[in-house]
């Protein structure tokens, strides 16, 4: 369930959305009738911003959007099928609305080697997280894009209903992968996604690709089925939004941060900071917003196939 503050952004950055696209109707309304049609637009608006501050300060709760979007009908039925394009909508809000997903932005300012177990009851360890690659052009660290791609990703999504979580919200931080795995377990996330950049020596690869569980991981081997269609999901997506280069999903149960996983979890690599061209597009504003555009969709598809 969104809380209050994501409930209350969500609706003072589309409040301007409505009215603009509602006064467009009335006005188109009043050119095909008599200038008396002008004395109900004050009153039918002033209900639908009543209804809106009602429900965002008694009733915050992400659910009672419905009764909003059927107060905004009542009031103008015609602004469902009129609303032009926008950073909103009610059919995907209201499908998202009560949907939790965590999102894990890779690596941190500074690895930390101490060593964890691989999985609940390993023997085997790991460290508990790596420093990560950087920008061969760039010289941009993994840690900060991955970031910055993540606080993109969390604002794509809220504005389409979700509830976020975030291991974390800056590159100060020592927070080992079981630790990250703990934050979306703990938020029974829909999904956890965990974003990286890849890295090879090979300077002219390039493209995107995800990581999951197999079905005999023995830590959360039943989770491998959705995980799966998580990785393909948002894979998808990303390309078809990108147009990167696809790369094949790869299942492994070497990786912590899935292994410790109890909730649907993916790895997405968005890209080779090794290849100078690729490295150079994740830099840019654009193409960073085009990857959280094509990560949403993906989770969106991958909520509407459950």
Known sequence: MADEAQYLEILSMNLDHFIETYFEIQVDHMKKKDKDSNKKIIPKLSTIILVVLFLAFIAPESSKLVSLCSAIGFACPSIFTAMKPGPFSFTCYAANSGHVIAIDPGHQAKGNSEKEPIGPGASKTKAK????????ATKTPESELCLSLGLKL??????RGYTVVMTRTTNDVNISNSERAKVANEACADAFIRIHANGSENHSVSGA???????????????ADSSYSLSKSVLDC?????????????QTDTMSGINWCTVPVTIIEVGFMSNPTEDRLMETDDYQNNIAIGIANGIDAYIMGQ
Request: charged share 15%; glycine share 8%.
């Open 209 to 223: 690709t995800a990581l999951c569980q197999t079905k005999n991981n023995p830590y959360n081997g039943a989770l």
């Open 129 to 136: 997280v790596a420093t990560g690659t950087c920008g061969v």
């Open 154 to 159: 969390q604002a794509e999504l809220i504005s």
């Open 238 to 250: 990303l390309v078809d939004q990108t147009k990167c280069k696809k790369l094949s999903i790869q």
